[in-house]
């Protein structure tokens, strides 16, 4: 686990959203469970607000970072810090 994402579960976890379910998958992944009632697309829509919300609370050094939502039935991916390839491919 990369500090990084270290620090953002840390982060998240604070948080206190109840019934989510916060991960690490691998080195650059976060996965991030919600309970299947919650919204997908209300989720969607305010990730990026959220995530530069709760980003002035992070003072490592900054990596990509994917974070993985789903709520049991659909899900969706919001990279931060994207790469090259992620940019090239669509992200």
Known sequence: MSAYQDKWIEVLEAAGLEGWKIEAVDEYDILVEMPNVSDLKIVRDNVPQVIA???LDIDVPKDR???IFKN???GFDYI???SQEDLESGG
Request: aromatic content about 16%; proline content about 8%.
């Open 53 to 55: 919300a709760f980003s």
């Open 65 to 67: 970072l994917r974070f």
């Open 72 to 74: 049991g039935n659909e």
């Open 80 to 82: 931060l810090n994207p």
